[in-house]
């Protein structure tokens, strides 16, 4: 009996060793590392991008859902101009048979230097311009200047988060519009005293 372990190699034989594993190969090339990371950052990237695509469109078609699930809005008539030397010049509406309770009032203000929407709770039927603001913080009057302006009424559902009264975007603030009112005339006399007239 020979007294070499079973399994061993004999003098003659050479111990090969293990060959690498096709993983193993491929790591071994140059750039491996490289194209890993771009691999898994454009897979990363790519569902994020599907995710966010899907987010937003959730979020149109919940919009989308809520703007048509809203009922149509009665229109306003004409508003007045009121002018008063001791109460100031007032602009006032009726209000429309049919204004629901979660609706507003939406009042555009248009100039030859643009327009600025404001809205009013259901509960305001007038407002002065004297009192107005636009978006910036700036007096009607000043940022109007010494000139005439055009006031319509419209009524219109607020969206999530906007309060009335206050400044309004009419494109993304106000759900289902009605209608405007036809115009009536504003002037502003002066752009350092707040001094409207009809």
Not at 181 to 195: F, K
Request: proline share 7%; charged share 15%.
């Amino acid at each position: 009996m020979s007294k070499e372990p079973s399994g061993a190699a004999s003098e003659g034989e050479s111990i090969s060793p293990q060959s690498p594993s096709w993983f193993g190969r491929l790591r071994a090339q140059p750039g491996f590392r490289t194209a890993a990371v771009a691999f898994v950052l454009t897979v990363v990237l790519g569902i994020g991008g599907s995710a966010a695509y899907a987010l937003w469109s959730l979020k149109a078609e919940a919009n989308l859902s809520v703007a048509t699930a809203l009922p149509d809005l009665p229109a306003v008539s004409v508003p007045t101009c009121n002018d008063d030397l001791f109460k100031f010049t007032r602009v006032g509406w009726t209000a429309p048979v049919g204004m629901r309770d979660d609706a507003v009032y939406i009042v555009r203000i248009s100039t030859s230097k643009g327009s600025v929407d404001y809205a009013f709770p259901r509960g305001s039927t007038e407002f002065r311009p004297a009192d107005l603001r636009v978006k910036d913080g700036e007096a009607l009057h000043s940022w109007m200047g010494i000139g005439t302006g055009t006031v319509t009424v419209s009524t219109g559902f607020l969206a999530a988060g906007v309060g009335a009264p206050g400044v309004v975007d009419l494109k993304t603030q106000v759900l289902k519009p009605s209608k405007p009112s036809p115009g009536t005339a504003l002037r502003s006399n002066s752009s350092i005293v707040a001094w409207f007239t009809c």
